[in-house]
């Protein structure tokens, strides 16, 4: 080998030398920050949605039966009353009058039959004379159950538990058969009616499970069980009447408010991932995962994945995950397989990605 040989490759060893210790002296890339949620086994179910009408489990319009002045009004607008109790009161002087006099003739009856009885026995009395009495007696409890209607006439009093409505009349006011005194609802439970299509009957199982919501209480879900279901189908709409119960103990519900209707079908166990974590690429969907390492580290891993049902801010996972799995649901979209990755903070869904950050 000639002396200018040797020397190239003196120099090319070099420069080789060179290279290799500037690629070592060259820093590692730094870890992303990433933002995980875990993998999630919980019920679910599919819903269907519907609009619905409330109405009161009974309603009632309180109207006059007689023509007669009031006397007494025992209520205020919106009250809550229990069954029985006194609400307007009609002048019955006159009835009250009949029924003293009436009772005068009812025990008089009674104290003839009482002494007519042993004088039958020992033969003192006829027979004849003791029926005469016994239907004297039948008469007098007739008319007295007939003068007691009348007075019941003139009091109007609440069918059922529940809260009244506005008051329509006043003391000193002259009422008619059919005036209308006030309303009454019973809103302890609340009916609430809604159509679905007929395509859906094999899944309106009575008792099933409901959700509704109300614009008024935005917040606030309120939970049933449907009650019945028609059995007709609308031959136009092609739909079904379905009847549902709510519960209303804390009395939020009105009649004629509109409900937004979530049934729920086809409940399960199932696993769910928030939707920011899916990844799609055309028809084909992947997720970005934090595989943790023996060194305490985390690196990057594409993992493919077959999807469910939508919820709301989550999708059902079939295949391709497991319970426990940490998936990157905020960072992960420049990440490659292999890159490492630090976990800045824990998506749980109860706050917002600003929220989650300003906590770690």
Same mark, same amino acid.
Do not use: C
């Given at each position: 080998?000639?002396?200018?040989?040797?020397?190239?490759?003196?120099?090319?060893?070099?420069?080789?030398?060179? +290279? @290799?210790?500037?690629? !070592?002296?060259?820093?590692?890339?730094?870890? $992303?920050?990433?933002?995980?949620?875990?993998?999630?086994?919980?019920? @679910?179910?599919?819903?269907?949605?519907?609009?619905?009408?409330?109405?009161?489990?009974?309603?009632?319009?309180?109207?006059? $039966?007689?023509?007669?002045?009031?006397?007494?009004? +025992?209520?205020?607008?919106?009250?809550?009353?229990?069954? #029985?109790?006194?609400?307007?009161?009609?002048?019955?002087?006159? /009835?009250?009058?009949?029924?003293? !006099?009436?009772?005068?003739?009812?025990?008089?009856? /009674?104290?003839?039959?009482?002494?007519?009885?042993?004088?039958?026995?020992?033969?003192?009395?006829?027979?004849?004379?003791?029926?005469?009495? =016994?239907?004297?007696?039948?008469?007098?409890?007739?008319?007295?159950?007939?003068?007691?209607?009348?007075?019941?006439?003139?009091?109007?009093?609440?069918?059922?538990?529940?809260?009244?409505?506005?008051?329509?009349?006043? @003391?000193?006011?002259?009422?008619?058969?059919?005036?209308?005194?006030?309303?009454?609802?019973?809103?302890?439970?609340?009916?609430?009616?809604?159509?679905?299509?007929? =395509?859906?009957?094999?899944?309106?199982?009575?008792?099933?499970?409901?959700?509704?919501?109300?614009?008024?209480?935005?917040?606030?879900?309120? %939970?049933?069980?449907?009650?019945?279901?028609?059995?007709?189908?609308?031959?136009?709409?092609?739909?079904?009447?379905?009847?549902? =119960?709510?519960?209303?103990?804390?009395?939020?519900?009105?009649? #004629?408010?509109?409900?937004?209707?979530?049934?729920?079908?086809?409940?399960?166990?199932?696993?769910?991932?928030? !939707?920011?974590?899916?990844?799609?690429?055309? +028809?084909?969907?992947?997720?970005?995962?934090?595989?943790?390492?023996?060194?305490?580290?985390?690196?990057?891993?594409?993992?493919?994945?077959?999807?469910?049902?939508?919820?709301? #801010?989550?999708?059902?996972?079939?295949?391709?995950? %497991?319970?426990?799995?940490?998936?990157?649901?905020?960072?992960?979209?420049?990440?490659?397989?292999?890159?490492?990755?630090?976990?800045?903070?824990?998506?749980?869904?109860?706050?917002?990605?600003?929220?989650?950050?300003?906590?770690?």
């Amino acid at each position: 080998m000639s002396h200018m040989g040797a020397k190239l490759i003196a120099m090319l060893l070099v420069l080789v030398s060179w +290279n @290799v210790e500037a690629q !070592e002296a060259k820093p590692a890339k730094p870890a $992303t920050p990433v933002i995980v949620a875990k993998v999630e086994r919980k019920s @679910v179910y599919d819903e269907m949605e519907a609009l619905g009408t409330l109405k009161a489990n009974e309603s009632v319009d309180l109207t006059a $039966t007689v023509t007669e002045l009031i006397t007494i009004v +025992n209520f205020t607008d919106g009250q809550r009353v229990r069954n #029985g109790q006194v609400l307007v009161q009609m002048d019955n002087a006159e /009835e009250m009058a009949l029924k003293v !006099e009436e009772q005068s003739r009812l025990k008089e009856a /009674e104290r003839q039959v009482q002494r007519l009885k042993p004088l039958v026995a020992r033969g003192a009395a006829s027979q004849l004379e003791l029926d005469k009495q =016994l239907l004297e007696l039948q008469t007098a409890r007739a008319r007295m159950d007939a003068i007691e209607s009348r007075v019941r006439q003139r009091q109007i009093s609440a069918p059922f538990d529940g809260v009244l409505g506005q008051r329509n009349i006043s @003391v000193g006011a002259l009422v008619q058969p059919g005036t209308l005194i006030t309303t009454i609802d019973d809103d302890s439970v609340m009916k609430l009616d809604f159509s679905v299509p007929a =395509l859906f009957l094999p899944v309106l199982n009575i008792g099933a499970k409901i959700e509704a919501r109300s614009s008024a209480w935005p917040k606030d879900v309120f %939970e049933g069980t449907i009650q019945s279901v028609s059995s007709r189908v609308d031959p136009v709409t092609r739909s079904v009447s379905v009847r549902a =119960l709510l519960d209303n103990h804390k009395h939020k519900l009105r009649p #004629g408010m509109l409900m937004r209707v979530k049934v729920q079908k086809n409940r399960r166990m199932a696993t769910v991932i928030p !939707e920011e974590a899916i990844i799609t690429k055309g +028809n084909h969907y992947t997720v970005m995962i934090a595989d943790q390492q023996e060194d305490g580290g985390a690196v990057a891993k594409q993992v493919a994945v077959h999807l469910g049902k939508r919820f709301a #801010g989550q999708v059902e996972i079939i295949e391709g995950l %497991e319970q426990g799995m940490q998936v990157i649901t905020h960072g992960g979209f420049r990440l490659n397989e292999g890159g490492a990755v630090t976990i800045k903070a824990q998506d749980d869904g109860s706050a917002s990605i600003p929220e989650i950050l300003s906590g770690s």
